[in-house]
C-alpha cells in the first residue's frame, strides 16, 4: 500500500530534550516536506526536500532542522524543543512538488 | 506576500445545499492552487486543484472557481452531503516547492 508514514504518533517531551520524528515513504518520490498545525493558522512549511541532500527553509523553520540522505526518509529532527514547538506534525511526499500525500500527524507536546 | 486568506471559519450547510469557501492571495508568482480535505485525526487529502490559466475546474460536485485579477479563488461543494463535513484547506505554491496554506474551514452539512 502506497503510503507515508510518521513516528512517533504520539510524543510527551520536556523543554530541551533533543527528539527526531521519522517520516517515510513508499513511493519513491522525490519532493518530501514537513508542516506544522496550529488551530487558526492552518499548516505552515518548515522545511521541505526536492531530492536527495537538497533541502530548503519553509516559512517556520527556526528551531528544526532535517536531512534528507536517502530518498525515502525525511526526519523532522528538534534539537532543543521549547514548549512553542507543542503542535501536530504532518510529513508529505510528492512525485511532481504538487499533489502531496500526507502522513498520519505526530502530535508533540512540549512540558 | 506570502500570505493566504480563506473565509469563513466555519460553514454550516443543510444536506443538499452548496458550501462555498473563499481565498485570496497577494503573490502573483503562485502558480499552482489545491484544495485539501481533512477529517478529524486524519492528515490532509488532495481534492481538487487550478493552475491560474483556468478560470473553473470541476470533478464531481466540487469546482474551483479561479479569478486571476482579483487573485481569489474559490472551492464550491454542490449538494452537499454529512459526509462532506471536515475541514477545508486552500493553498498556494510557487513551482511546487514552497506550499502556503490558508488557516482553514470548518464545514458542518446537517443532515
Known amino acids: 500500500e502506497a503510503q507515508v508514514t510518521q513516528n512517533p504518533r504520539y510524543l510527551i517531551t520536556v523543554t530541551g530534550k533533543k527528539l527526531t520524528v521519522t517520516c517515510s515513504q513508499n513511493?519513491?518520490?522525490?519532493?518530501m516536506s514537513w508542516y506544522r498545525q496550529d488551530p487558526g493558522l492552518g499548516l505552515r512549511q518548515i522545511y521541505y526536500?526536492?531530492?536527495?541532500?537538497?533541502?530548503d527553509k519553509g516559512d517556520v523553520p527556526e528551531g528544526y532542522k532535517v536531512s534528507r540522505k536517502e530518498k525515502r526518509n525525511f526526519p523532522l529532527i528538534l534539537e532543543s524543543p521549547s514548549p512553542n514547538q507543542t503542535s501536530l506534525y504532518f510529513c508529505?511526499?510528492?512525485?511532481?512538488?504538487?499533489?502531496?500525500?500526507f502522513g498520519p500527524g505526530t502530535r508533540l507536546l512540549v512540558l | 506576500q506570502q500570505q493566504v486568506k480563506q473565509s469563513p471559519q466555519s460553514l454550516i450547510v443543510q444536506k443538499g445545499g452548496i458550501s462555498i469557501i473563499n481565498c485570496a492571495y497577494e503573490?502573483?508568482?503562485?502558480?499552482?492552487f489545491p484544495w485539501y480535505q481533512q477529517f478529524p485525526g486524519k492528515g490532509p487529502a488532495l481534492l481538487i486543484a487550478?493552475?491560474?490559466?483556468?478560470s473553473e475546474k470541476k470533478e464531481g460536485r466540487f469546482t474551483i472557481s479561479f479569478n486571476k485579477s482579483a487573485k481569489q479563488f474559490s472551492l464550491h461543494i454542490m449538494d452537499s452531503q454529512p459526509g462532506d463535513s471536515a475541514t477545508y484547506f486552500c493553498?498556494?505554491?510557487?513551482?511546487?516547492?514552497?506550499?502556503?496554506f490558508g488557516p482553514g474551514t470548518r464545514l458542518s452539512v446537517l443532515p
Open positions: 508529505a511526499s510528492s512525485a511532481t512538488g504538487e499533489t502531496q500525500y
Open positions: 513511493m519513491n518520490h522525490e519532493y
Open positions: 487550478i493552475r491560474p490559466d483556468v
Open positions: 526536500s526536492m531530492n536527495v541532500e537538497v533541502t
Open positions: 503573490n502573483t508568482a503562485f502558480d499552482y
Open positions: 493553498a498556494a505554491s510557487m513551482r511546487g516547492q514552497n506550499f502556503v
